[in-house]
């Protein structure tokens, strides 16, 4: 799984419902960067760089940048920092600004 993929099916859960959910969008550019609009909240930027299995995530809830690498024995994407998952800290922030339960 890429992180395009994986951001994708968290975002993509919260906000399977757009009608509930007003400003939400996601924006694919090209392989390696991503969007998800969250209304007044902002927007989540990614960047990945699939070759080293890294990824780059900006919060506009906490207003951090986040760094990831890919665990394939847990396949997930873990923060190279504390160790956190990338989709549980998208989930927990997606949960707080959009309406509607996650469809994983």
Known sequence: KTGAEDVYEAAGGIGAD???????????DGETSMSVTIGAAG????????KKKELQMFSPIS????YYTYDESKL?????NDGHYMVELLTRELLTSCSGLPEF
Do not use: K, L
């Not at 927007?43 to 699939?50: E, K, L, R, V």
């Open 43 to 50: 927007a989540y930027q990614f960047t990945s760089d699939s």
């Open 63 to 66: 207003t951090n940048v986040y």
């Open 76 to 80: 997930e994407w873990v923060n190279v």
């Open 18 to 28: 757009e009608a509930a959910n007003d400003g939400f969008a996601i924006e694919i």
